[in-house]
């Protein structure tokens, strides 16, 4: 477990500025965003279209997508810049090579059944 953590522990230095640039991210895109979905509620579901371009065709659509893409790229960042699932694999891909080690210290079914007793 310690080499996990040997792994892990050098990500939370960046905590202070992962937090500080999602705050700041979040910011600006959700201002962004809201002035992007106004205009293009105002042009296409109020009918303000000066110019009567047809819908058809028009990138309005795909970049009302785009920003909302965006918006949810900057919302997921995190103080901790790993997942879960990433975790467990840096678990496994650390202790897998260690498991032949364990059975010169317990006989096999002890492995087991502490191993069911630990899932349990």
Do not use: C, H
């Not at 205009?39 to 110019?51: A, I």
């Amino acid at each position: 477990m310690f080499l996990v953590l040997v792994v892990v522990i050098p990500l939370g230095f960046f905590s202070a500025q992962l937090g500080q640039a999602g705050r700041l991210a979040r910011l600006e895109f959700g201002t962004l965003a809201s002035r992007y979905v106004d205009d293009f509620r105002r042009k296409w579901v109020q009918g303000e279209n000066t110019e009567r371009e047809p819908l058809l065709g028009t990138s309005d659509i795909q970049s009302l997508a785009d920003t909302a893409n965006s918006y949810s790229v900057v919302s997921e960042i995190r103080l901790f810049p790993i997942t879960k699932q990433a975790l467990i694999r840096v678990a496994i891909m650390i202790l897998l090579p260690l498991a032949p080690l364990l059975l010169t210290m317990f006989p096999l079914d002890e492995a087991i059944r502490r191993l069911f007793k630990l899932m349990l």
